[in-house]
């Protein structure tokens, strides 16, 4: 598990000073309030015309002076205008071209093959552009980082800064993170729909199957309306990016008779230089915490590139294969079926399509602040980061200018009593600290420049139709509507913390925008305008973005825990994946939800699929439900039944395997054996444990049962009746146990057996134990046994030998089915802290935590404080160990619960806070729980909303107080749409 330590670290990292951007400051000289030198550009046609028409009056000319007058004011108004609503991300030459362009659009069809650039992909998976260049594209498969402090956070950028700045260095790239409609949880209830209708399955199964499978459809999925992300990283090379350097002296360059030694560049050359970029962009992002990153191969590329300019079907092997071998034109699969460009959107067809792009940074970026937007739900949206490096030496050249001139403009203004000089000097103060970063460390500039592309499409219209019926005209206006109302939601997390940017979606020039954020493309807007539309940045504000957090995990044989409450997904994860020991750990206050969900996931787990076996553990009855839906044998653990501690089964061909299955069965007899001698009264019984371990073997090899040869496992089982017999022979013939026929030794042996058949009379007919002779009566280990609920309340009133004596004869017959059960199982003990408070159940399950993996068997442990797996200085490690081999771990609401305790599972103060104080728990009312998931090869903590469908809430609530049809009665209810969240 997490160690303490790591999180005591990761406190205290501090944010990195280089996620900074330095404002932009207007340095140009002004002529007055609202205009400047630079505005005279503007005026001037303005001045031309004026002074043509002066000039015509003075020259007896009316008609040219009357012309010329009035074109200038009208031209001179118009400019004014214009310069004094300007922005700085544009001019009015632009804004002039933006809406002759807007115009002419509208009457003419957009050329799809120049909207894409989209000309052929390699085997590989580059895609070749129209421009030339080769882009490659890396998958970056994201970190959790819910609930990470302030030091965590600084961390994972600080990290990711590094990678950009030491590692990327001068490769230009660009981050894309896109989303569409999430699908596993679809997937999920056309699973249980499948195994509902398998013949196999009984009614009451179907039944609870099928109305879980409606909760997911008609109720779960729309309200969480999740979203699947995705994220990768593209980087391109272009011809003269594959060029070495040359040592042409300049003459030679200027000698038109001298070859300037330019070569021909082959697209080998080119492919060449882009995968060696890929390749470092890989390297760079596996160095980053928990990031995952892989290249991207030909059918993801072309569906992700399809996807983008909205035509969402996936690219399947075929049309992939058909576009590699050139029967198909990779432009014709990415073009979008319909590219019109509207005032403020982009018609695509099936989406309506709106970029906004980032003009204004915060001054000092938080860490991750982008992690709000990559995890919404209900919108489909796309995040494109064009990073473009620039030599550094340049970069500081610049600053010290720009440093010069924005401390020339802050004097000015504070001769003049200008109270923004205020905000010039904060700006300075910001170029100051760049400078000295890109000087003094290994911190790289970059130009960055941001869009978000925000979407709707036909069921987001429908959605809003049925929202506002009365208020809609159309269809398209149904569209147009969701798409308005999907900007202002992203919008809204983009204004606020932890992002403070501003965003714009200029209208003329959407389309160019929609290009721009495109992960195949160029900058566009940036290269086709005069205003610079890119923000110079030290890599760590790169870093700072951190968009790969928020994970979906839906692994396919995994258990439904419920929803990752970060961005919504479907939370499936099996303990059998984890990498190390399957074990898992559930702990929370009583009727905090832990039972309850636990029983949820593992029966989902139990129906799903063949093969599985369940078993459960508790002395509260809570399993009584589960046990009836899975048809599962219902046993009362008391003395009153017969029980065999030395059934034995050969858990493989293997002769060690047996041996060491021959010698747990005689120790977990001698176990049996103390414990009730021990609830007879019998002081000194572990002084009699030689005799019963040498009954036990000989008791087995009476039987034919030959420890290292396993088929004579075979043989038949003994009993306590065979161990009795077995003990009265070594009572009667003596010399037949011992080593020498020596009086004494045969003698002393005698003595000690005839004094252990005394104290073992409780085994005699009327005897306290005279149940437990004979053949099995509770019997788990046969093959027809697929679930099984151990219930022991019957032995709340035994005295803790007898108590201790039962639970471990239990035990190892879990033992036994373990070994021979066909496929994974799970054995859940509910209130594990009654077996770890006895030392020898908790050393069993200590033993048994480290040999059960081998055999896809994971023990599961629920309880109800973390302290009860955390050992105390007087007590062995047993607890630590157990803690230590869980893969899982699942925290409910657990309130009085010390830091030091919590520390030792690795939860920082933020976790602390979220189990102790805000986890909703399930007797609330409010029809769900809240937990924090851990799983080992996953970072950090998952906060995790838990609830169940009504047809589960109705076995998980039946006792057999209930009656025999209680069950099938409340599955009547299953098809309604609502949630519950369970007591305990």
Known sequence: MTQNTQHTIDAQIQKDPGQIVPPRVDTSIDITDHLSLKDLKTLAPAGVLTTAGVGGLFTGNPTLGTVGLGAGAVAGVGAIGMTVTNRWYNSPRERVADWYSHIRSDDEN???????????????GLVEMADGRVVGLVRVDPQNAALLDDGGQNSLAASLSSAIDEQVRDIPFRIYSTTRDEKPGTVVAQRYEERALDPTTDVDQSDVLLGTADWLTDGDIPNWNAREWKHYVAVDA???????????????????????????????????????????????????????????EAAEALSMARNYWGRTDEVGGPLAGDVLAGETEAGHVVNPETFDEQRGWVDLGDEFARTLWIAEYPTETESMWLSRLTSIRGINVDLCVNADPVDKDAAIHELSQKIADVGSEGMDRQEDGDVTTMDVDDANDANVKMRKLLRDTPSQPWDVSTYVVVRADNEAALNTADETLSAVESFDGAKHAALDEAEQDVRDLLTTTPA????????????????????????????????????????????????????????????????NEQNGSLLRLSPFERGGAPHQLTIGQTRAGKTYS???AAMRWWLERDGRTLITIDTQQGFDGVTRLCNGKHIEVDASQSVNPLRITAPSDDPQDCAREFRMTVEETVAFLTNLLRSDG?????????????????????AGIDAHQPETFNNGNPNLSDFIDTLIDMNESPEKYTWSDDGHEVESHKTQVGELLTKLRSFQEGGKYEALVGEDEIDIVSDDVEMAYLDLHSLSGSDDAEKSAMLMLMLSQVRKKIKTAPGETVLMLDEAHVLLDNPRTANWLQKAAREFARYDASLWFLSQSPKDFVSADSETDARDTIRGQCGMVHIFR???????????????????????????????????????????????????????????????????????????????????????????
């Open 894 to 984: 657990t309130p009085a619960v010390d830091d030091d305790v919590l520390a030792e599972f690795g939860l920082n103060q933020t976790q602390r806070e979220f189990v102790r104080e805000k986890a909703v728990r399930g007797k609330s009312g409010r029809g769900y729980s809240e937990c924090l998931i851990y799983a080992e090869d996953i970072a950090g903590w998952i906060p995790t909303y838990v609830e169940t469908s009504p047809a589960e809430d109705a076995v998980l609530s039946w006792s057999r107080d209930d009656g025999d049809e209680a069950l099938a009665d409340d599955q009547g209810q299953d098809r309604t749409v609502a949630a519950a969240g369970g007591d305990d």
């Open 682 to 702: 019998v002081d000194n019984a572990d002084e009699f444990a030689p005799i019963l371990s040498q009954a036990a073997e000989s008791t087995l090899s009476r």
């Open 500 to 563: 403070n940017v501003t965003p714009i979606a200029p209208s003329l020039v959407q389309g160019t925008l929609l290009r721009s954020a495109s992960p195949l493309t160029t900058d566009v807007w940036n290269d086709e305008t005069p205003a610079d539309k890119s923000r110079r940045v030290p890599g760590a504000v790169i870093g700072s973005m951190f968009p790969f957090c928020g994970v979906s995990i839906q692994e396919e044989s995994g258990m439904d825990w419920g929803r």
């Open 598 to 600: 636990a029983s949820k």
């Open 110 to 124: 957009t050329a799809l093959a120049d909207v894409t650039g989209v000309a052929g992909m390699t085997d590989d």
């Open 238 to 296: 272009a011809p003269s990016d594959a060029l070495g350097p040359t040592d042409e002296s300049l003459w030679d360059i200027a000698n038109p008779l001298v070859d300037t030694g330019v070569e021909t560049v082959s697209d080998e050359q080119v492919w060449k230089k882009t995968n060696k970029r890929v390749q470092t962009v890989v390297d760079a992002i596996n160095s980053v915490g928990e990031l995952e990153a892989e290249r991207v």
